[in-house]
Each structure stands twice: as C-alpha cells, then as structure tokens.
C-alpha cells in the first residue's frame, strides 16, 4: 500500500501531543470564545424542471438558450421592458443553501431568510483560448439570490423547505466559470466559498433525457484494487482552461476517473476505444496492458496513452465552436508511431493549445508537436530536418522530457546520451521552431554534488561531487517567473536554462516522481516513495511535508475533531494546486468501506507545526518548567496599504443584477419571476456582447439602450409597485442591472497585473519589526536592521521597481512604497489582449521564508512572500471607436451646414461628398468606463466598399493602395488629405485629431467613380473604412483596429455621363420648345380643319336620321294614291335642296367673319 498519511498514531504518542496541542489551540481562543459556526455554502445546478425540489441537481450539458422565458415577458405589459425584443434564458439555475456543523440545513436557511440573509453570487467567466474567433475579456457578472419556496408538501403555512436560486450563465467562448458565493452582511456568519461550474461536453441528453458519457460507459463500483497499492500519478491539463479532468492509471482497465468540478464529484468511465496492442520490429514493447498511462486535458479535447498508441476525443461544445459537434469515437493518431511518453504543455498560446508526444524505436530523437485548435488536432514531427541525435552531432540519444515554451517558441529537451566510450550522460537542448536550429545550452553532471552542508550550491564546474550518480527524470518551467527546473534524485533550478543551482535540501536517496507547479510560487513534490515536499519558488528551502512531525500532529488533532478525511488506510491517488491551495485526491478505506475524496492539504499547518516541534525551549523558573518557542520571523505585522482600484490593473468587467421585486408578503419568488430573472440576466449579457460595435454611443455605458427611453417613466413604475399593481406581480427596478466601474481594494495585491506601456503600479508595505534592539544603537537603524524588503523581478530588462522605505520611529516600524513599472521597450503593438508577454514581480520579506503565518478564520496563511503575475501589451477591454457625435458636430461648424441622406438612419448619419470631412475618434476602456479623444496618430485607409449595403465587397491589397496611397500614378484616389506626414516609405498618410480633414475625389478608377443614382436623389456610396495606429502611435502597445461603414451622398458624376446627360436633356428641351412654337404656328389651322370635319359629320349624321325617317312615312302612305306620292315626292326633294344652300351659304360667311377677325 502507498499511504498518504501514516497509520494512527499510539496513544502515548496522543499523550505526549497534549502539551504541544495547549499551545497550538492558544491563537484560536478567541474564535472559540466567539463560538463561531462552522458553516458552508452548498451550490447545486437545477434545469427549469427540478427548481423548488429536494436534492435535485443537474449536470451542466445543455447548452443552447431556451425561447420559453419570452411568454413570461409578453405578461408584463406595463413594465419598463421593450416588448420589441426576443427575451431569452439560460438552461440552468443555481441553487444555494448553506449548512452549519451539528445543525438542521433546512431550519438554518428559514432563519437566514427570515434574518435578512441573501446570497450574493460572483460568476466568473474564463476567457477563450481561440482569441481568433472570441473576444478576450475577463468578464464577471455579480447578482444576488432570490428566495424560492420548495415544491415538496408542507404542513406548515408559509414554508417548510426553501432555497435561493440564480441564473447560471452562459457566455460564449467560455466553458469555464467560478462561482464564489458570498452572503450580504447580514445574518450568520457564513465564509466566502469558491465553486467550479463548468460544461461537460462528453455526456450527452438521451430522448428519456438520461445522460449518457459519449467517450465510454460509466462504471458504478470503486473496487479497492483500482486504488490499493496502486502508485499516484500526475493530473495534467491546460492551466485555467480546462472544464473537464480525466486521470488514467488505474491498472488493467481502460478506465479514466473524470470529473467537471475539480474532483469535488467524480465518475468512473471505461473507455470506448479498440485496446489494439499491436507490437513491430520498431516498436519494442516488452508487456500490453489496458492500463492508461498517460491522460491530458485541454479545452475541449481529451488525450490518453495505451501502451504506444495515442487517442484523442473532442467534446461537444456550442459555445466554443458552434460548427464542430465533438467526435463520435476515439480518434486514434500517429498509427504508425511508437510512442513512449506524453508530455504536457500547461498554458496556451497563440490561440491554440498544445501537447508533445516522445517516440521511441524508428523516429528516436523527434518529437511530435500537436497543435489543437477549435477542437482540430495535427501533428508535426520535430526537428523538420534532421534528428535531435543528429543536430547535437551524437550517435545514440534518446528525448527523455520535453518543455514547450510559448514566449520564445522554441523546446527544451531532455536529452539522455549514450556514449560507447563513456557513460550515459544528459543535455539540456534547445530547438527553435521557427529556425528550425538545435543547440545544447547544459550538460548535466554525471554525480550529484556535494553540497557540504549548505542550503543550495551554484553548479560552476568547480565544485567537487559524491559517488551518487545524476538521473534526471523530467523538467518542469514556469513562464511566469522563467524557473526551470530539472528533477530526477535531485533538483536543478535556474532562471536562464543555462546557469544551474543545485538545492540540497532535497536528499539525494529518493527519486522525484513528478513535480506540482501552482505557478505562483509553490511547488509540490511528490516521490517514488510518496513522500510529499514543498519549496517555496525564490527560496532554496524544501520542506518536508509528508511523512512529518507536522503531518503527525495534524492527523491527530483532525482525530479528536472526528474529521471524516482521514482514515488509517490511505493511498493517495494525485496532488494538484487549486486556486493556490495544495489538494490531495486520496482512497479512503475506513470500516472495510473505501471511498475516494478531495481534501486539502495544510502546507501552511504543517509547517508551522514543525517549525514550533524543533524550536522550543524548556526552562526551569521556580518549581515548574516553562515552554518557550522562537518565532523566526522577523515582522509581527505586515499590510498592504495605499493598493489602487483593482480594475484598471486586473482588467475584470463586472456587472451587477438583482432579482426582480416581486409583490408577495413574504417576498418569495414564483416560477414566472424566476423566468424574469433570467430573461434580464441574459439580456443584459446580450448587450454586452453587442456592445463591441463602431459608432460609439452618446453615453459610454452597454445597458444606456436598454432604459434610454423609460428612464423618464421610473417614478411611475415605482409608484404602481408601490401599490402593488405591477402587471405580473413582479416589478422591473431599472437601477438594479448596470455595470460597475468603481471596485475598491481589498487589502492585497490582484490575482494579475496588466501593464501597458509605460505604466506604473503603486502600492506600499506596512512592516512591524517584532522586538528592538538593546538601546545602545539608533532607533532608526535597528528597526531597519530587522526588516528588509526584496522585489525580485522575472524580467528586469522589461520591468522595473523602485523600493523607498520610512521608518517610523515611534511605531517600530517601516514603510515601503512599491511602484512597478513598464520599461516601453519589450513588446511590439499587439490586439487588446493577445500575445501578452508573461513576466512576474516577487515582493519578499527578507528572512520570511517558511517562517512567518498569519492566522485567519480559515486557518493559518503564509506570509512575507506575495508573486503577482505581471501581462505586458496591451490590456483586455481596450478599443478604438468612430465618435459619430462629435464629428457631426466637428463637421457642422467646420462646413457651416450639414445635409444629411434624404432616407435619415440614426446608427449610420451621411456625410456630403463635397464637404471636407473630420473624423473623430475615441479610446474607450470598457472595464473602467472612461472613454476619451485618440490623441495618437493612426492610418486610414478604404478597404471596402459599394454603392448599396448589399454590394460591399472587400478591395485587395493592391487596390488598397491605389486608392489610398499618395504615391498612385493611376488616377484611382478615393481621397487625399492636405496633411504632409506620411508612413516611413511613404505609403500612406499618418492622420490625427489635428489633422486637416480628408477631401473625398473618387478619381477615374476608383470604384466610386461615376456612380449611377437608383432614384432621383444623388448618389451615395459605403465606405468600408479602417482605422489602425501599428506603426505609427508610440505612446502604447496597442494595435487599435477599427472597421467600420461611412455613408456618402451627393456624389458626382464622372465627366462623360455629365455631358451626354446634358445634351441628352438639352436635346429633349429644344425639342420640346420646337415642338411647341410649331403648334403654336398650326393651332389655327388646326382648328379650321377639325371644325370642317366636325361639320361634316355632322351633317353626314343630320342626312342619314333623316333619310331613314321620310323613308319610314312614305312606306306608310304608299297605297293611298300614286300621283299624290310623286307630288309629294317632289316637293319633299325640293325643300330639302332649298336647306342644303341656305347652310352652304352660312358656311361660307362664317369662315369669312373669321378670316377678317
């Protein structure tokens, strides 16, 4: 068995603990005479089906919004809400109660809320690695728990069972959040807790809705031979960006432990995979097993190792990368390698993550790189041209670690080399990627050396050695501070890779097995043995933690106290840092029952222990003996003072949302306002996410749209919530969602420090020595003799601090200011937030080490050491935006007028093309809310662009510049600027808030040249416009790009279609007025003959009615008489002549009257 703690101890062991434990309970009486309650914050993830039931808890799959919240907005029909907008809502909610030691859970929450208690939850969404297609951001969203009353039956009147419920909120590009639970001040006392919410995308929704895992199926029974006797292994994944943690070594099963909540849960899966153990003439393999050897985590993509073949299986995630749905098996890779060992790479860069797969048989000597991005994985074989073996100018060697450092983009490897004349020997060896060059930058000595007695030994070559020889087993860097260090049976750091120290603390008869690395300045180090040590990064001491006296004191007081995490039969499985705490993941095996838990480690306990067991003293005074200890500290109080607002320097975003108000006596919460809840949480979100557009907005604040146009209404709205008449019983406070610009300090240096160029951090320490000295030497020295204080730089050549010190005499005490600066010279312009150079600061108490601890309702804290990780280029939440408001202002005054587009659109107002225009712009910071004039200078340049919105169309870079560049001889300038200042080869002209203004001339070949109009206004045209200060702006490390679309009417027409529209209407003028004199010319004639044509016809109609008529009477009387009829006949005849002349004749004299008129 491989214990993690030792067996119980005796009980003359106890008894002789009784003294030491008198003395170790003194600092925490006055807790105890408080009668503090050990209580603790309880977070479970419920669906919309499960809230307001007992222990009902969720996993986090579902990742898509829900549309069922929107019908609970549509109620709210009097409310300062736009029913316009599509309200959506998250898939989950956190539930929230809290338990104290040896009380009911479910008394103390109805006491809590009776008592005021309300829980304030803190979400904190990790920033994507794929900068390419995601924002980066450090983005929290602050909101308080709103009451719900629990579905089960209750007998009592108002409530038996109650909860508080959240959101749980999801951002794309993040798969990764912290929830830290906090309580608002009032009610018990509860201590602040940290929970890890992440998205699991290798478990998938059945049509029963039962979950299935997509990489295997789960098994149910931990059997003891999983984990008995059975040695730890290390937990490998990507640092801070990993949702989901798998760990192999479970002998002969192909079963991983995984877990999505840092192993405060786990599952037991067998994996899916085809166990092919075939062997070749290149791959030695001496035994198969199902064991998984080697398993790494990343993003979104899981890696593991079965004897030599290499499988990877990327999850389904929809908010990293909406077109990959995951893979439907394992992926098996490298088919036809023989692979020996995976490597990790713990940080990404570039956008992408990493691992290093080491081979062994026909590519010996090569590594294979994987690159992962977007859940896509390839493979590269490294070196390109030749062999490790081969560019070191050996015969034999073998890669037996390698390290990826992401800043120089170059390897470390390990390299063992066997010399037929010689021993094996090892090399540390450099390979540059880009210029694919090798070079061995140490050679590690073959004996270890003999350090006589000192703490650490500086390796110059010169030192003498002991019959132990060197084996080194692997290396571990961190690029925060560049320690490398290289550990086997004994442990090298350097901060250069090339000049080497040799800590001796560490014996040289044990055998690191592999190394813990926080990354903030702890290291772990677990052995063949089990053993457990510990080395503070900036010191040469390595602790013992496990076995110890300090381990040994702390199980026994962990006894009395009947702590559940403890057990006579242990095995520890792996250790790993969280959030800057040791943790250990052990198999319990406690009255024939085992069990596998998380539990912390107290490094800063046992040391504390062990330091009090070998320093104490027992004198005689009088008849009794007294104990005495001695503190090698040498402060009694240390403070951090005078620290600036966080934001500016930790770069987080913070938004604050509270729960609606609902109209219920005993203000608990229904389904429908929870619904509002969460439709408000998303939607604020939304506009954030928005946000990141062009124009800038009149008021730099994402939740100004949101109330602009019912801010006026907000008395109204309180008042019918103030008489319980708002629509829905749920009132909308338009106060209570906003952002927060204005964070203060909370006494100790930010988890990271951003630093553009040339700026500073300021901040003091407050040191109380703890004794003066005899008072024969000056006051002021010997309080400054006591005390000292170190700032210990990773890159000098890129930062700088300066360290003033006072000393106040009368309080026996010193203060140091600190102020951290950017040296401006070590970081080309980069996007806000990409390719940020890694550095760190270490502030350090002189003499402090292992030594001094600060005592904390939580427990002991170490103190005197503080490593603040240092980002250098250009911070998150910075952007450059067109200031629409003051350039139409700028504009009016300048061209005394302004026209804007006949069809007027408020996001985007036009400008007149034969107006001189003054573009305005803005440098807004989106965490602290301040938003100013760009004062630098900047390039502008069209690179896009169509007379519709339709038919943009980016231009090439050779069309970009000949339209923009005063060096085109083509007559294709879109416009010109009266401005001299010009880039270093003249390409394009540098403008700036000063600048004259741009002329628009659309000359011959650009493409707004002759535009033809779609109507009878004039012609407009889009400009796809870019904005970028590379190059030519010194005063910042940011590379401000700005895209955006400007709007141009009343363009003109080119020469050639000006003139023919000219003679083409003054063709149709002259021809109109032609035609019109000629009608004025025949208008009389016209008339004449139209008269003579109606007289005719109307005649022509007289004669025809009245022929037909005499015709009809002389049927009548034919049979009268026959001579009677031709009389008649022929006076008819007669008298219509006679008619026919007299009209003939009045003819004639009315032609003639007009005629002399």
């Not at 896009?944 to 943009?952: A, H, K, R, S, Y």
């Not at 000949?962 to 294709?972: A, E, G, I, V």
């Amino acid at each position: 068995m491989s214990p993690a703690g030792p067996a119980w101890p005796r009980l003359r062991v106890l008894q002789a603990l009784w003294a030491l434990l008198v003395v170790l309970l003194a600092p925490w009486r006055l807790w105890a005479i408080k009668n503090t309650q050990e209580c603790t914050w309880q977070v479970v993830l419920n669906n919309f089906e499960t809230v307001g039931k007992k222990d009902a808890s969720d996993r986090f799959v579902d990742q898509e919004p829900l549309y069922t919240v929107d019908k609970v907005f549509s109620l709210l029909v009097d409310a300062p809400i736009d029913p316009d907008e599509t309200y959506l809502g998250f898939p989950y909610y956190l539930k929230i109660n809290y338990s104290c030691k040896g009380e009911s859970s479910e008394a103390l929450v109805r006491k809590g809320h009776l008592t005021g208690l309300k829980p304030v939850v803190l979400v904190t969404f990790q920033s994507p690695v794929n900068f390419h297609r995601w924002k980066i951001e450090q983005l929290q969203i602050q909101m308080e728990a709103a009451p719900f009353r629990s579905r089960e039956r209750c007998n009592a009147e108002e409530v038996c069972l109650m909860s508080w419920y959240t959101p749980m909120p999801i951002k794309n590009g993040s798969v990764v959040m912290r929830v830290d639970v906090s309580s608002n001040g009032l009610g018990p006392f509860i201590p602040n807790k940290r929970f890890q919410v992440n998205i699991n995308g290798f478990l998938e929704r059945q049509r029963d809705t039962t979950l299935q895992f997509t990489v295997g199926n789960e098994l149910f029974n931990l059997i003891p031979r999983y984990f008995v006797n059975v040695p730890s292994r290390p937990l490998w994944y990507t640092v801070d960006q990993t949702p989901v943690f798998i760990l192999g070594g479970i002998p002969e099963e192909k079963a991983i432990l995984l877990t999505d909540t840092n192993f405060k849960d786990f599952f037991l899966v067998e994996l899916s995979i085809d166990s092919c153990w075939v062997g070749s003439f290149y791959c030695p393999q001496a035994s198969f097993t199902a064991t998984i050897f080697d398993a790494i985590a990343t993003e979104s993509t899981l890696f593991i190792r079965q004897n030599q073949l290499i499988y990877y299986f990327t999850g389904t995630y929809t908010t990293l990368h909406a077109s990959n749905r995951g893979s439907e098996r394992w992926v098996r890779v490298l088919a036809n390698e023989c692979i020996k060992k995976l490597c990790p790479v713990h940080f990404h860069s570039n956008g992408s993550e990493y691992v290093m797969a080491l081979t062994t048989g026909k590519h010996e000597g090569y590594v294979h790189f994987g690159t992962i991005t977007d859940g896509h994985v390839s493979f590269e074989l490294l070196p390109r041209q030749r062999s490790v073996c081969s560019g070191i100018l050996v015969v034999n060697c073998s890669i037996t670690w390698a390290v990826f450092i992401a800043g120089d983009y170059n390897l470390l490897l390990l390299v063992e080399i066997e010399d037929p004349s010689t021993r094996k020997y090892f090399q540390v060896v450099s390979y540059d990627l880009v210029s694919d060059y090798l070079v061995v930058l140490y050679t590690i000595p073959e004996f270890i050396p003999d350090a006589r007695g000192l703490e650490f030994l500086m390796i110059l070559g010169t030192e003498s050695y002991t019959n132990f020889p060197m084996v080194p087993k692997g290396m571990s860097y961190n690029p925060y501070n560049n320690l490398l260090f290289i550990w086997g049976n004994f442990l090298l750091q350097s901060y250069n890779s090339e000049n080497f120290i040799y800590l001796a603390d560490f014996p040289k008869e044990l055998s690191i097995k592999y190394l813990v690395n926080s990354f903030y300045g702890d290291t772990a180090i677990v052995t063949e043995t089990e053993e457990i040590w510990y080395l503070l990064e900036g010191s040469y001491q390595v602790y013992k933690l496990f076995p110890s006296r300090g381990w040994e004191v702390h199980v026994s007081l962990q006894v009395m106290q009947q702590s559940s995490l403890y057990a006579p039969n242990e095995t520890m499985v792996t250790l790993f840092y969280e959030d800057n705490k040791l943790y250990q993941l052990v198999y319990l095996i406690d009255h024939q029952q085992g069990r596998l838990i998380k539990r912390l480690v107290p490094v800063e306990q046992l040391l504390m222990y062990q330091q009090i067991s070998n320093d104490y003293l027992l004198e005689r005074q009088g008849s009794h003996l007294t104990l005495s200890f001695t503190n090698f500290c040498p402060f009694t109080v240390m403070r951090l003072r005078d620290l600036p607002n966080p934001q500016i320097y930790t770069r987080q975003e913070r938004y604050r949302a509270q729960p609606p108000r609902v109209l219920e006596p005993w203000g608990f919460h229904s389904d429908n306002s929870l619904a509002v809840y969460q439709g408000l949480v998303y939607y604020l979100l939304w506009l954030h996410s928005k946000y990141d557009k062009p124009y800038a907005d009149p008021v730099h604040d994402p939740t100004w749209r949101w109330w602009k146009n019912k801010k006026q209404d907000q008395d109204y709205y309180f008042y019918l919530a103030s008489n319980w008449r708002s629509a829905g019983s749920v009132h909308v406070d338009m106060a209570s969602y906003e952002k927060i610009y204005d964070l203060k300090a909370e006494n100790e240096l930010p988890e990271r420090i951003f630093l553009d160029k040339g700026t500073s951090y300021r901040f003091s320490v407050f040191l109380t020595a703890r004794e003066p000295e005899p008072a024969h030497a000056g006051a002021s020295f010997q309080v400054q003799s006591q005390v000292g204080l170190a700032v210990v730089l990773a890159d000098p050549g890129c930062i700088e601090a300066v360290v003033k010190e006072k000393v106040l005499v009368n309080r026996n005490s010193v203060l140091f200011w600190v102020t951290l600066s950017d040296k401006r010279f070590c970081f080309d312009q980069g996007i806000s937030g990409h390719h940020l150079m890694k550095t760190s600061m270490l502030v350090k108490v002189v003499g402090s080490s292992g030594h001094c601890f600060q005592n904390t309702h939580q427990g002991p804290r170490m103190q005197g050491n503080l490593m603040v990780p240092v980002l250098i280029g250009c911070p998150p939440g910075k952007r450059l935006a067109f200031d629409i408001t003051y350039t139409l202002e700028y504009n009016r005054l300048q061209n005394k007028h302004y026209f804007d587009c006949v069809h007027v659109d408020p996001e985007m107002p036009c400008f007149l093309f034969r107006d001189v225009f003054y573009p305005f712009f803005l440098i807004q910071d989106l965490v602290t809310g301040d938003s100013g004039s760009f004062q630098g200078s900047y390039v502008l340049k069209v690179v896009g662009g169509g007379p519709t919105l339709d038919t943009i169309k980016e231009y090439s870079e050779e069309d970009i510049y000949r339209f923009n560049s005063p060096l085109d001889k083509t007559d294709s300038l879109i416009w010109t600027t009266r401005n001299t200042t010009t880039t270093e080869d003249s390409a394009f002209n540098i403008l700036s808030h000063n600048s004259l203004g741009i002329e628009w001339l659309c000359l011959e070949n650009s493409p707004c040249h002759d535009t033809i109009p779609h109507s009878i206004f004039a012609s407009e045209f889009f400009f796809k416009v870019l904005v970028s200060n590379r190059g030519v702006d010194k005063s910042t490390y940011c590379d401000y790009q700005l895209t955006f679309l400007l709007h141009i009417h009343g363009l003109p027409l080119s020469a050639r279609r000006a003139f023919l529209i000219l003679m083409v209407s003054a063709s149709l003028f002259v021809g109109l007025v032609i035609l019109y004199i000629i009608s004025c010319l025949l208008s009389p004639y016209v008339v004449k003959v139209c008269n003579i044509l109606c007289w005719k016809i109307n005649n022509i109609i007289a004669w025809e009615s009245y022929t037909y008529s005499t015709a009809s009477d002389t049927r009548a009387f034919s049979n009268t008489s026959g001579t009677k009829s031709g009389e008649s006949s022929g006076g008819i005849s007669r008298v219509v002549s006679k008619v026919a002349e007299e009209n003939k004749t009045d003819t004639k004299e009315t032609l003639r009257k007009k005629s002399i008129s």
